[in-house]
C-alpha cells in the first residue's frame, strides 16, 4: 500500500490547471525543470535557515505543490502529446535531485546528522532505481511501498510541521531516520521482487 494508489485522483482535480497550462503554451519539460529548479533553492534556503526551525514550514507546503507539478508535467505529456525522450529522463532525474536538495537540510538540525539522514537519501536513490530497472528488464515501472515518493514525501511533510512548530523532535531524529530507512528498505525489496514476478521464470 502507498500513497501513490491515490494519485489518479489527484491528478483528475489537476486535469482542468495542466488544460489551461497547455492553452499558455507551458511544456512538460518546462514544468519538471522549473520544479526541480525551486526544490534545490528552497534546499539551499533551508540549509542556510536551519537555525530558524520555522522556515522548515515551507516544506509540507512546497512538497504539496511539488507532487502537484509532478502530476501536471505526467498530464502535460501523456493527455496533450509532450511526452519525449528527454522528458522521460529529466521525470527520473529532477525528482531524485528535488529529493536530496529537500531531504539535506534537515541532517542539520539538532538532534540530526548528516550520518543519520544520508542512508535515507541513499536508499531513496536505491529505491527510485529499482523501480526504474524495471522497465529496463520487461517489467512496469515500479511504485511499491510502503515507503515510495509520496508517502517520504507526506513524512517529511510531517517532520517540517513538527520543527516549524518548535516540537520537540531533536531526540526523536535517530529512531524517526532508522524507521524510514528500514521502510525504504523495504520498498527497494518489494519493487525487485514485484518486478520479477512480472517477468517470465526461465530467466
Request: proline share 5%; with cysteine; hydrophobic share 55%.
Amino acid at each position: 500500500m502507498s500513497l501513490y494508489e491515490f494519485k489518479p485522483r489527484f491528478q483528475a482535480l489537476l486535469r482542468p490547471v495542466a488544460a489551461r497550462l497547455f492553452r499558455a503554451g507551458v511544456r512538460a519539460n518546462q514544468v519538471t525543470i522549473g520544479a526541480c529548479i525551486l526544490s534545490i533553492a528552497l534546499g539551499i534556503w533551508l540549509a542556510t535557515a536551519a537555525s530558524e526551525p520555522v522556515a522548515f514550514l515551507l516544506v509540507p507546503a512546497w512538497l504539496f505543490v511539488r507532487m502537484a507539478l509532478n502530476a501536471i508535467d505526467g498530464m502535460l505529456a501523456r493527455e496533450f502529446g509532450q511526452a519525449s525522450y528527454l522528458g522521460a529522463y529529466l521525470n527520473e532525474l529532477t525528482d531524485v535531485i528535488s529529493d536530496c536538495a529537500l531531504y539535506l537540510p534537515f541532517a542539520l538540525l539538532p538532534g540530526s546528522s548528516l550520518w543519520l539522514v544520508l542512508p535515507v537519501i541513499l536508499l531513496s536513490l536505491l529505491s527510485e532505481m529499482a523501480g526504474v530497472v524495471g522497465v529496463m528488464v520487461g517489467a512496469s515501472r515500479r511504485y511499491d511501498g510502503p515507503m515510495g515518493k509520496c508517502d517520504r514525501a507526506l513524512v517529511f511533510g510531517l517532520l517540517g510541521v513538527l520543527v516549524g512548530f518548535g516540537a520537540p523532535v531533536g531526540n526523536a531524529f535517530a529512531a524517526i531516520w532508522a524507521v524510514l530507512a528500514l521502510l525504504i528498505g523495504a520498498t527497494v525489496v518489494n519493487r525487485v521482487r514485484n518486478g520479477l514476478d512480472e517477468l517470465p521464470r526461465t530467466q
